[in-house]
């Protein structure tokens, strides 16, 4: 029986041209695009290492996990097309985000207009408690392996 993803925290994956690396967990693929089962911040991670959404979201140059939304209502229609709601709008996705807020996976940036911060040790460390993110970006397990 092949081991899941979830089971070999060594496999990680770069966000393509910043050295981000986040673990495959935190890459739920798009096997069932129809499924309520994705999370929103699942979702997000899926649309910034994308190049083809660099438009509509972006990390922020310089930033560590900091991402802004360039077209709100682009990325407010992706998510409904998702989870198959067609009536989601940047309000209601906005509110989704602001759930996030007390469970410290991520902020919204004082002063910058559709601008968030991921907390990935947040992220990481329910899952994988010997994972870490160090502040340069790498990922480091406590197995060793960078």
């Known amino acids: 029986e092949p081991e899941s993803p ?3 925290p060594d496999r990680r994956r770069t966000v393509r041209g910043r ?3 986040f673990p495959d967990w935190a890459y739920k ?3 069932s695009p129809g499924s309520r089962q994705i999370q ?3 979702f997000i991670l899926e649309l910034l290492q994308k190049e083809e959404f660099r438009h509509v979201i972006a990390w922020q140059q310089g930033e ?3 991402f802004v939304i360039k077209d709100p209502d682009e990325v407010a229609r992706l998510w409904g097309r998702r989870k198959c709601k067609p009536q989601m709008n940047y309000d209601k ?3 989704a985000l602001r759930y996030y807020y007390n469970k410290r996976i991520l902020h919204k940036t004082k002063g910058k207009r559709f601008t968030y911060k991921f907390n990935f040790n ?3 460390m329910p899952n994988y408690p010997f994972i870490n993110i160090r ?3 790498k990922m480091q397990t406590s197995l060793g392996g960078e």
Do not use: D
Request: net charge positive; proline share 0%.
């Open 6 to 8: 979830r089971r070999r």
């Open 19 to 21: 050295g981000y690396q």
């Open 29 to 31: 693929t798009e096997s």
């Open 40 to 42: 929103l911040w699942h």
């Open 64 to 66: 560590y996990g900091e």
């Open 93 to 95: 996705l906005s509110r």
């Open 122 to 124: 947040k992220l990481v």
């Open 135 to 137: 502040s340069s970006g």
